[in-house]
Structure formats: structure tokens, C-alpha cells
């Protein structure tokens, strides 16, 4: 089981970059996969999710009508489109799976997981944002 990330880079505020993270040793279909970001010094955050079966898919409050996420139809790569990307928004980006998208809502705003104990994780790709 391999989750494979890339895209990342540097950017301009108010710029857009395009991850992607291919899965590969096993079927997504029944699967979710998430972007998780952790900038030096902080908690990893949940960034987005989506449910390989159906595309559904959730964000965080703090990437909301930013970021967009999507499957290709093969189910085996999923991309994390990132639009009017803000300096805040620099930190290593990492793709993983689970069994489900985790949302849940604590200190004023959602957050977004993954939970069903498979953890699958892919090494992460650096973003940075900055003039």
C-alpha cells in the first residue's frame, strides 16, 4: 500500500497550486483519502476529504471555497486544488486513507479527518506561500 504526493511549491498569495496523490496496492473504492498540512510548530491539520465511493467531500472551515478536492475515475488518484492560497496556507501537505471522512465541529468551526484504523499515510510535499 502506497500513497505517492505531489505539486507542491512556491507561490504567490493569491495564486493556486494542484496536488496530487496517487494510491497505489490496493482499491479505493470503499475507501476516504484526505489532505493533512502541518506548517513548523503547529498540530497537524485535517485540510479535506472525500469519499472514494460517492465524491463526497468535506473541508475545514479555514480552506472552505478555497480548496477544492477530486477523484479521478479509475479511483486511484485524488487532487486537491488550491486557489487564492494565502501565506497561512504554507506547510507540508501529506495524502493519507482510511475508511471513512471524519467532520466534526469543535471551537467554532469544522474540522475534517479520517477514521476506520487503516491509516494509510504518503510521505508530504512542501507548500509555501510567499511574495
Known amino acids: 500500500v502506497q500513497l505517492q504526493a505531489s505539486g507542491g511549491g512556491l507561490v504567490q498569495p493569491g495564486g493556486s497550486l494542484r496536488l496530487s496523490c496517487l494510491a497505489s496496492g490496493f482499491t479505493l473504492d470503499y475507501y476516504a483519502m484526505a489532505w493533512f498540512r502541518q506548517a513548523p510548530g503547529k498540530e497537524r491539520e485535517g485540510v479535506s476529504c472525500?469519499?472514494?465511493?460517492?465524491?463526497?467531500?468535506y473541508h475545514s472551515n479555514s480552506v472552505k471555497g478555497r480548496f477544492t478536492l477530486s477523484r479521478n475515475n479509475a479511483k486511484t488518484t485524488v487532487d486537491l486544488q488550491m486557489n487564492s492560497l494565502k501565506p497561512e496556507d504554507s506547510a507540508t501537505y501529506y495524502c493519507a486513507a482510511d475508511r471513512y471522512c471524519d467532520v466534526y465541529y469543535s471551537g467554532g468551526s469544522y474540522h475534517v479527518g479520517l477514521a476506520g484504523g487503516m491509516n494509510y499515510w504518503g510521505k508530504g510535499t512542501q507548500v509555501t506561500v510567499s511574495s
Open positions: 472525500i469519499n472514494m465511493y460517492n465524491g463526497s467531500t
